[in-house]
């Protein structure tokens, strides 16, 4: 209980940090005790938190990778601004909302996936996935599902009838037929059960298993999965070709629109012929033609594929590119007709470069379930669980014999709702605890019958260990607290800024136009004309272009009309844009004179013709015309507004020897 003096200095810790006034203090430091980086109202924030922050992508032990001073001054500005709007988030209670604790449940587990005994127990698994890794095989395959609701007959006619498919194959059928005729794979209707290549971990594992394990030409035993029963022919093998670097041009097809198709194919067959010339330049015409907007500005480029990381005919054209610069003809894929050229090739990453990758995939994968029992093993080890085996063994002989509905109800009467089942050291489960979280919506376990209990129990045994390693995880793992801090500051300076600044600016028009109006000055119009803007994609179509321009003036219809005249028989012969334009900021209206009506340019060695029109003088923009920047702006002021607030109603104390230590680990002298 606390004495008076302890409430004394309680209540002005709480005076303090909603203090009116901002004061920056140095704090001594006592010896021997860990002292904090900075205080803000009552929370001490240590240097450690800093360091994990500024240590992010960077090795401070490399000179090359220090910071200079003045980052190091903005950084820490930066920091105690970010500290100060977490602790107002705390103390507006956002972190005791329900939509809080859901967001960050799911950030937490995802984070903590890495820190888990189960990731020191991959290595073989890792390895023998990497050394998969240095093929790609093609297989073939035939799938025989189960009926609804199987029995054992069922599934025992099934394995026959694989069994019979088998050796179909293997005394001369053809394979592929075979799965044409009898496959329950959908797509084996379209592929005859061919699925091309592929690697490590992009099948599931029993597939992996026996497709890594056959000669090209063997065919497989039936191999069970949660698909049902496969029979496998390995029709080639070879080396990881690793990765390839590609770029592409895309034009895009409606679906079920025939009249596009065409105007589609026709338009890609143009372009592929562009790209024949020896003046063609790739990224000009991708620019201007590709219909990926993604792309189309960075010359198509896409990131590094592998085999089996994109859809299959994009893949296989592209795989097929042997010299750099080479272009593939069109491809169609279900997003349209591609053209490809590729750009670079790589081999496949070291083991160090794809551990983290693959480690990723196999948590996720069916292969985590072949470790969990030693998971489960060490935990119970480490963590001291203690089990009274008697009272498990009776808790499964009442619900085996009776009615799941009765066993609640049975065991009260026993008087063993309170009985302990196991122990982990500080935290005991009673049966009483068991029933619940076999009654826990939170929890969905597949069963039968015959292992109802002993599933569930399991299962209980399960999650209560993996929390007893989350808590141990929270107390003695340094990298790992830090990291979940991280991310649970985040959600709530999220939420702040969110309420008090973004959405805020969105949502208040009023203030919107008030701070439009009292900062007219940032929204001006420069000199203004209004213009027909036409590149030329092909010169031979320059004359007709110009003739069909020279008489005319500047109407709101004339680029329609434009249109219709060339571009309907001839889509490449340009493009073009229409509208009222700065004159300073336009690379072509810049170096055009606006007196005139028309005129012929060129640019980078294009040609461009303009039509000009009205000549809108500079002044200032309407607050409809520039909306989003004032938005934009308006969120900064509202920032930089809840900053000054912020720093008015909390204490900050920065500990200056802290700081300087800090300082000299990080800064280049």
């Known amino acids: 209980m606390m004495n008076s003096n302890q409430i004394k200095l309680l209540l002005l810790a709480l005076v303090f940090s909603c203090s009116p006034k901002s004061t920056i203090k140095t704090v001594d430091e006592e010896p021997d005790i860990k002292s904090p980086l900075v205080t803000i109202g009552n929370e001490e924030i240590f240097a450690e938190e800093f360091l994990y922050m500024l240590s992010k992508n960077r090795n401070f032990d490399s000179p090359d990778e220090k910071l200079s001073a003045a980052e190091f001054d903005e950084n820490f500005r930066l920091f105690v601004n970010y500290k100060l709007k977490v602790k107002e988030a705390e103390n507006l209670g956002l972190d005791k909302t329900d939509e809080f604790f859901q967001e960050y449940e799911v950030f937490k587990e995802d984070l903590t996936q890495p820190f888990l005994i189960k990731n020191s127990l991959q290595e073989g698994e890792l390895m023998k996935a990497y050394s998969r890794m240095k093929e790609v095989v093609k297989a073939s395959h035939v799938l025989l599902q189960f009926p609804p609701n199987a029995s054992q007959a069922d599934t025992i006619s099934v394995l026959r009838m694989a069994q019979k498919l088998k050796n179909d194959a293997e005394n001369g059928a053809d394979f592929n037929e075979l799965a044409f005729e009898h496959s329950d794979d959908p797509s084996a209707k379209d592929n005859k059960g061919s699925l091309g290549y592929f690697t490590a ?94 792309t189309k500005n960075t010359g198509g480029a896409l990131p590094w594929i592998g085999f089996g990381s994109v859809i299959p005919e994009f893949e296989r054209v592209a795989f097929a590119l042997s010299e750099e610069g080479e272009i593939s003809p069109p491809v169609k894929t279900p997003y349209g007709y591609h053209i490809i050229r590729l750009e670079e090739k790589k081999p496949l990453d070291s083991y160090e470069e794809l551990e983290e990758m693959i480690k990723s995939r196999i948590l996720r994968d069916s292969r985590s379930s072949l470790i969990q029992s030693q998971v489960v093993a060490i935990q119970k080890s480490r963590y001291g669980f203690e089990e009274n085996e008697k009272l498990a063994a009776l808790l499964e002989e009442t619900f085996t014999q009776n009615q799941r509905k009765d066993v609640p109800d049975i065991l009260l009467e026993r008087n063993l709702i309170d009985s302990v089942l196991f122990s982990i ?26 292992n109802y209990f002993s599933n569930w129990y399991e299962k209980f045994i399960e999650v209560n260990l993996y929390e007893a390693e989350i808590r141990d995880l929270s107390e003695n793992n340094h990298e790992y607290r830090l990291l979940i801090q991280e991310y649970r500051d985040g959600i709530l300076l999220f939420s702040l800024m969110n309420d008090q600044v ?17 900062n007219l000055d940032r929204y001006q119009w420069k000199n203004r004309v209004e213009a027909l803007i036409i590149t030329m994609g092909k010169e031979e179509s320059t004359p007709a272009v110009r003739r069909f321009l020279s008489d005319k003036k500047y109407m709101s219809n004339l680029g329609d009309r434009l249109e219709n005249t060339f571009l309907l028989n001839n889509p490449l012969a340009f493009t073009f844009t229409d509208g009222i334009f700065e004159i300073e900021s336009h690379p072509v209206l ?18 461009h ?17 520039t909306r989003g ?27 200056e020897d802290e700081k300087q230590k800090i300082f000299d680990a990080t800064v280049n002298k």
Request: a negative charge.
């Open 502 to 518: 973004w959405q805020k600016a969105i949502e208040d028009s009023l203030g919107q136009v008030k701070f439009y109006e009292e």
């Open 201 to 294: 971990l992009q099948m599931v594992s029993p597939f992996e298993d026996a497709a890594f394990g056959l000669e090209v030409g063997q065919i497989s035993d039936p191999v069970l999965t949660n698909f049902g029963y496969h029979i496998i022919r390995l029709e080639d093998r070879k080396p990881n070709p690793g990765e390839i670097r590609v770029s592409h041009i895309l034009v895009r097809t409606p679906a079920n629109d025939p009249v596009s198709e065409e105007r589609a194919l026709r338009k890609v067959g143009e372009i592929y012929a562009e790209l024949q010339k020896p003046e063609s330049i790739w990224e000009e015409i991708c620019q201007s033609y590709s219909e990926d907007p993604g």
């Open 590 to 607: 810049m170096r055009a004179d606006i007196n005139k009506t028309f005129q012929e340019i060129k640019v980078d060695n294009k040609t």
């Open 425 to 450: 050291p500080d935290h005991s489960k009673t049966v009483g605890d068991l029933l619940d979280f076999m009654n826990s919506e939170k929890q969905v376990i597949r069963t039968n019958p015959q």
């Open 609 to 625: 013709f303009v039509v000009v029109g009205e000549k809108p003088g500079p002044g200032p923009k309407k607050y409809e015309e």
């Open 629 to 655: 920047k004032v938005i934009q702006d308006y969120q900064e002021y509202l920032d930089k507004k809840l900053i000054a607030t912020l720093k008015e109603n909390y204490i900050i104390q920065v500990d």
